[in-house]
């Protein structure tokens, strides 16, 4: 199947600081990421739809100024957590779309402390 | 109530044991996901469904498009497949191909 690599696998930042996250899709080219959060022991909730050249569209209750996403290729996606605080601590995800098909990147621990 | 419900919610099992995973869905797709996530990691996508039976080693999925039904089945199960099973269709509609999850099944196998 096909590969969808995410950048850092875990990552410690301190509070107020920014913090990127990557997410490429290896071998095919993604017209449509998503990111998503996850609480410890919750499904996946959707944060944004990005689309390559245009801005990424965010879900209810989302704040775009604070999750600032970027899908510069049709190949990468970046989520950028800006003025982190330990409430954002959370694991992100990225999907990529291809066609139907859903392939997932390896996810992103973050803890802000 | 959800539009993909998923049954049971926690599973225990015994190694070599048969399993079996529900997933039900309300609103019309166009795919229906397996997914797979162990504890702290990422996702791996199983299966993608939009009719029939589909079998990979040990795992088979079936859909029953008429009755908005899906099964996960294991068969003899291991301790390496002890993991949140997660149940995701896509929809009709739109180009941007988003998932409705399921809340997940949890599943552990003892050896």
């Known amino acids: 199947g096909a590969v969808v690599s995410q950048h850092p696998s875990w990552v410690i930042c301190k509070s107020g600081t920014s913090v990127k996250i990557e997410c490429r899709s290896l071998?095919?080219?993604?017209?449509?990421m998503f990111w998503y959060r996850q609480f410890p022991k919750q499904s996946l909730m959707l944060m944004a739809t990005?689309?390559?050249?245009?801005?990424?569209?965010?879900e209810q209750g989302v704040e775009k100024d604070k999750f600032l996403i970027n899908h510069a290729s049709l190949t990468l996606s970046t989520l950028t957590v800006t003025s982190a605080h330990p409430e954002d601590s959370s694991f992100y995800i990225c999907?990529?779309?291809?066609?139907?098909?859903?392939?997932f990147g390896q996810g992103t621990r973050l803890t802000v402390v | 109530k959800n539009e993909v419900e998923q049954s049971p919610q926690n599973l225990t099992a015994q190694e070599g044991e048969f399993i079996t995973i529900n997933c039900s869905y309300s609103?019309?797709?166009?795919?229906l996901h397996w997914l797979q996530q162990h504890p702290g990691g990422g996702i791996v996508s199983l299966f993608m469904?939009?009719?029939g039976k589909k079998k990979h080693g040990r795992l088979i999925a079936t859909i029953n498009i008429q009755e908005k039904h899906s099964s996960l089945h294991i068969t003899a199960s291991h301790p390496r497949d002890s993991a949140v099973y997660i149940c995701a269709v896509s929809t009709f509609g739109g180009a941007t191909n988003k998932l409705i999850f399921g809340t997940g099944t949890l599943l552990a196998v003892q050896p």
């Open positions: 071998d095919f080219q993604a017209t449509t």
């Open positions: 990005s689309n390559e050249g245009s801005k990424a569209t965010y």
């Open positions: 469904l939009s009719s």
């Open positions: 999907r990529a779309s291809k066609y139907t098909e859903a392939f």
């Open positions: 609103v019309g797709i166009s795919a």
